[in-house]
């Protein structure tokens, strides 16, 4: 069989997962040298790896990976579950853990009353599905950041947010109502790069999967 020769390419989430999936290539034993001292650079060789690192926003992530222009991405389940993309999710990465939480004004009785609650987010799809699941009938607001903002400024009722260490809410004056669902952060992989690919996609996803389990024992 003819052997592809160009890298792997796999597509990082900058910010707050980037730390993370850095560190978890460099314990696989990859030089991320080229990551480290990115500057402006966005796309970055791994040396000898066989491997190319490209550096998006999460929405980014999925659709390149979508597209096939990225065999690999490392993003967090809050963008897939929003997104709702024609992808694998292969591996669970365990890092990034937070949450999806309904949240209000401390000690607002949220399910109280009859009127229709408006909901501000920046994860429509997710609210939608959130409350379709309870039967209830809600007004969605997008909002694109800061949005505990929303019902302190009197335009929502409450948000459906992540909540990772609680601080926003805590120093807002919200608190949580009700969980949705646990967060963190996933390998995926484009369907048609995992056919083609498959040998060296298995190779990868096998040693990501052992670094995982050896941390978490
Ligand atoms: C996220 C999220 C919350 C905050 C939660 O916002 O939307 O606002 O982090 O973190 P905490 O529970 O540790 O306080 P982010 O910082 O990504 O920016 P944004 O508000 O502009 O979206």
Not at 10 to 16: E, F, M, N, S, V
Not at 187 to 212: C, D, G, H, P, Y
């Given at each position: 069989?003819?052997?592809?020769?160009?890298?792997?390419?796999?597509?990082?989430?900058?910010?707050?997962?980037?730390?993370?999936?850095?560190?978890?290539?460099?314990?696989?034993?990859?030089?991320?040298?080229?990551?480290?001292?990115?500057?402006?650079?966005?796309?970055?060789?791994?040396?000898?790896?066989?491997?190319?690192?490209?550096?998006?926003?999460?929405?980014?992530?999925?659709?390149?990976?979508?597209?096939?222009?990225?065999?690999?991405?490392?993003?967090?389940?809050?963008?897939?579950?929003?997104?709702?993309?024609?992808?694998?999710?292969?591996v669970n990465l365990g890092f990034g853990k937070c949450k999806f939480a309904l949240a209000t004004r401390k000690?607002?009785?949220?399910?109280?009353?009859?009127?229709?609650?408006?909901?501000?987010?920046?994860?429509?799809?997710?609210?939608?599905?959130?409350?379709?699941?309870?039967?209830?009938?809600?007004?969605?607001?997008?909002?694109?950041?800061?949005?505990?903002?929303?019902?302190?400024?009197?335009?929502?009722?409450?948000?459906v947010d992540i909540v990772e260490t609680g601080t926003t809410l805590k120093e807002n004056g919200l608190a949580?109502?009700?969980?949705?669902?646990?967060?963190?952060?996933?390998?995926?992989?484009?369907?048609?790069?995992?056919?083609?690919?498959?040998?060296?996609?298995?190779?990868?996803?096998?040693?990501?999967?052992?670094?995982?389990?050896?941390?978490?024992?």
């Open positions: 069989m003819l052997k592809n020769n160009k890298p792997l390419r796999i597509a990082l989430t900058k910010g707050r997962l980037e730390k993370d999936t850095v560190r978890l290539l460099e314990s696989l034993g990859y030089d991320c040298t080229a990551v480290h001292e990115k500057g402006r650079r966005l796309i970055l060789p791994i040396p000898d790896g066989n491997l190319e690192v490209v550096l998006a926003k999460a929405a980014d992530v999925i659709t390149y990976v979508e597209h096939g222009v990225c065999d690999m991405g490392v993003v967090g389940k809050d963008t897939l579950m929003e997104m709702n993309g024609k992808l694998f999710e292969l000690d607002y009785p949220f399910y109280d009353g009859f009127g229709i609650k408006t909901i501000a987010t920046k994860y429509p799809n997710v609210t939608k599905a959130f409350f379709e699941n309870k039967n209830m009938d809600v007004d969605i607001i997008k909002i694109e950041g800061s949005v505990e903002l929303a019902p302190l400024l009197g335009l929502a009722d409450g948000i949580v109502v009700e969980d949705v669902s646990q967060i963190s952060a996933r390998l995926i992989v484009n369907t048609v790069s995992l056919k083609m690919r498959q040998q060296e996609i298995e190779n990868f996803v096998q040693k990501v999967e052992a670094k995982i389990n050896e941390s978490e024992n």
